[in-house]
């Protein structure tokens, strides 16, 4: 991960001494794959319907969208 997203996550995280989890590279892209995905639509689709899905996909899936909502 880069210095800088790493740097952004901190400033969003309440306790900075903290690092945010780190989930398995690539376990949505994996999973999304299985499914006959792309790895956005399985984000959107565990955001969309969280019950469905065990708690390491859902933190990943709200992991992978806090990335992508920051503008490069």
Known sequence: MSIIICAK???LNEKCG???PKPRRGALGRKA???HM???EQMA???A???DYDPT???TAMFMKTLLS???
Do not use: G, M
Request: net charge positive; glycine share 0%.
């Open 9 to 11: 996550l901190c400033a």
């Open 18 to 20: 903290k690092e945010a």
């Open 33 to 35: 794959a299985k499914a």
């Open 38 to 40: 792309k790895t956005k």
């Open 45 to 47: 689709d565990v955001i």
């Open 49 to 51: 319907n969280p019950d």
């Open 57 to 59: 996909t859902r933190r």
């Open 70 to 72: 920051f503008k490069h």
